[in-house]
């Protein structure tokens, strides 16, 4: 068994995704339980680089995790042959120049998403890993949710019979940063900065409905600001000009309709802080993050509407949970895994620069569906 080595340069560590998710519960996890085992019994053991503009905090995260190489100077990585990935998870604006550097120095890429803010940048660099003929991927995390993973098994099942619709709740209250501070960063609700839910959600949302229950045709989508008025990580007030919610329906391939609302803006009394309801002909089910609830239809109870007295049913006791039959992964960690597996070992891999592409076309196409108020197709992209 023989002990392979890959280097991988990460930028935007700092960050909230970049270091919680990533760094952290990802690469260091990977790193401290030993590498990958890979297929032919040899393992790929990570040997990451940390790379950031701000040399004191880069090399205080350094020594806090033990972690021998860090750097300012993202050109001076790329250089390095014996590093063969970049990783970005920067702020969505920088995030296809940086990948774009990366790519010409010939690295793999791999980056959170959305890809980029526009369109056409996305697709560029679709094209460009696909003649660089290097490896490349963007983050899906979603789809390794454990609540997700159980509708899919559901959905393979047959146990839906035929989807109906899926309808989509995600949010939480995001503080507005003056008597408490924000629980988000505030470039987030600034639209120069790359800010705005549409943006940030539906490059989620594209990926979850393509993959679990049909390729996205058409989306109409109303934003709002309903928070017009915020405060920084300073305590200064700004002008919040992006998008704070979101309020989709889309058209699936095979004619499931589904709806998902996004919102910051929005007090939790639901099972999770997104959940996504599936109903079908033959059952449906509630997933959260971690946890799902099925009702088959001869478990179905009969209400009958009657606003005249209090409900006899306790409709949350009406269902029934499907179990925890496999160990829960974090889903960043488990997706990086399987990246790392095609890198070195060329493992199937279906989460390339073409899926965040399609993540960006969807947010695009519900802004202009919001600024037009009409319905927007969502054509194959052609890559
Ligand atoms: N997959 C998910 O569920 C998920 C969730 C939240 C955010 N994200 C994505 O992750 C990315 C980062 O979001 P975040 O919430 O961690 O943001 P953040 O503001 O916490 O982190 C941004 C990072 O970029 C760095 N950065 C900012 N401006 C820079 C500059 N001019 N030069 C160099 N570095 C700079 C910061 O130092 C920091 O490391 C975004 O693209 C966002 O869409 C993904």
Request: proline fraction near 4%.
């Amino acid at each position: 068994m023989a002990e392979r080595r890959l280097g991988i340069i990460m930028h935007g560590v700092t960050g909230r995704m970049g270091y919680n998710q990533h760094l952290v519960r990802s690469i260091l996890a990977i790193r401290d339980q030993g590498g990958i085992a890979l297929a032919n019994g040899d393992r790929l053991v990570v040997d990451p680089i940390i790379v950031g503009r701000d040399a004191d905090k880069i090399r205080r995260l350094a020594e806090k995790h033990n972690i021998k190489r860090w750097g300012t100077d993202l050109d001076m990585a790329l250089s390095n042959p014996d590093d063969s990935v970049f990783f970005d998870a920067g702020t969505t604006q920088m995030r296809a120049e940086l990948l774009g550097r990366a790519i010409d120095a010939g690295k793999h890429v791999y980056c959170e998403k959305p890809v980029s803010d526009d369109l056409d940048s996305a697709i560029a660099l679709a094209r460009k890993v696909k003649a660089a003929g290097i490896k490349h991927g963007v983050v899906q995390d979603k789809l390794f949710l454990p609540g997700l993973l159980k509708l899919k098994m559901l959905r393979d099942s047959g146990f839906f019979g035929r989807i109906l619709s899926v309808r989509g709740e995600f949010g939480y209250w995001v503080f507005e940063g003056d008597w408490q501070p924000a629980q988000r960063p505030s470039w987030n609700y600034r639209k120069a900065d790359g800010g705005g839910i549409i943006l940030d959600m539906l490059c989620h949302w594209r990926y979850v409905l393509d993959n679990l229950f049909g390729e996205v045709q058409a989306v109409s989508c109303l934003g709002a600001t309903h928070i017009p008025e915020r405060v920084d990580e300073k305590g200064n007030s700004y002008t919040a000009d992006a998008d704070d919610a979101a309020y989709a329906t889309f058209q699936l391939a095979g004619g499931v309709v589904a709806h998902i609302n996004s919102s910051w803006d929005v007090r939790v009394r639901r099972d999770d802080l997104v959940t996504f309801q599936v109903d079908g002909t033959h059952g449906s089910a509630v997933a959260g993050l971690h946890k799902c609830f099925t009702q088959h239809r001869v478990n179905t109870p009969k209400p009958v509407w009657n606003p005249d007295e209090p409900s006899k049913f306790n409709f949350f006791e009406q269902w029934e949970e499907v179990p925890d039959n496999w160990p829960a992964q974090n889903g960043f960690k488990a997706q990086w895994e399987m990246f790392l597996r095609h890198v070195a070992e060329d493992a199937p891999w279906p989460y390339g620069l073409e899926a965040g592409a399609k993540g960006v076309q969807l947010a695009m196409a519900g802004l202009q569906s919001w600024e037009e108020r009409r319905w927007i197709d969502v054509p194959a992209l052609g890559i």
